[in-house]
């Protein structure tokens, strides 16, 4: 009970097996992104700041087209449900809907994460200056992880509200 959680992003990482664009795209270049922050970054305290503000603007973003997907608001949501991806989780091809959920609700989990992180570092303060560099680039690794995937699922979106 209450780690059901865990399921979409289990079957998230799923569905990236194979895809070594997708993992260089949303794993890699945050992993390069954070250790140049981490070497040569030193505005810490705005990041923390900064970050939470843009995590809670993309939540909202998420939490929008995951209303539109849930609801019909999308015209060709029935071709969605029918068309396969390329996708397998447990042995089985998955619909494009499903695959848009999951990496919606991937992004949403995952947000939800990173904000109570946040709030939780700011009820426990750190003064080790070494702890403050890795809490923050790991704040920063994830914010652009959550930004790109962000950018991918809207990407996802527009090809499929267009028919492209």
């Not at 070497?39 to 970050?51: C, D, I, P």
């Not at 503000?53 to 969605?80: P, R």
């Not at 003064?127 to 890795?134: A, F, G, R, S």
């Amino acid at each position: 009970m209450y780690t059901e959680f865990f399921i979409p992003i289990f079957s998230y990482f799923k569905t990236l097996k194979g895809k070594r664009d997708v993992i260089i795209y949303e794993w890699l270049i945050p992993t390069i992104l954070t250790c140049f922050y981490f070497f040569y970054g030193n505005n810490f305290n705005s990041l923390k700041e900064l970050a939470v503000n843009v995590l809670c603007i993309m939540l909202g973003i998420s939490l929008a087209i995951v209303t539109l997907l849930v609801t019909g608001g999308i015209k060709n949501l029935d071709e969605i449900k029918k068309y396969e991806s390329d996708s397998i989780i447990n042995g089985k091809k998955i619909s494009l809907y499903k695959l848009l959920m999951l990496n919606f609700t991937y992004s949403i989990i995952l947000e939800l994460i990173v904000i109570l992180m946040c709030i939780l570092g700011t009820a426990f303060p750190i003064d080790n200056i070494l702890l403050i560099k890795i809490s923050h680039s790991i704040l920063c690794f994830f914010n652009i992880h959550i930004f790109l995937l962000t950018i991918r699922n809207m990407t996802n979106l527009y090809l499929i509200v267009t028919k492209q």
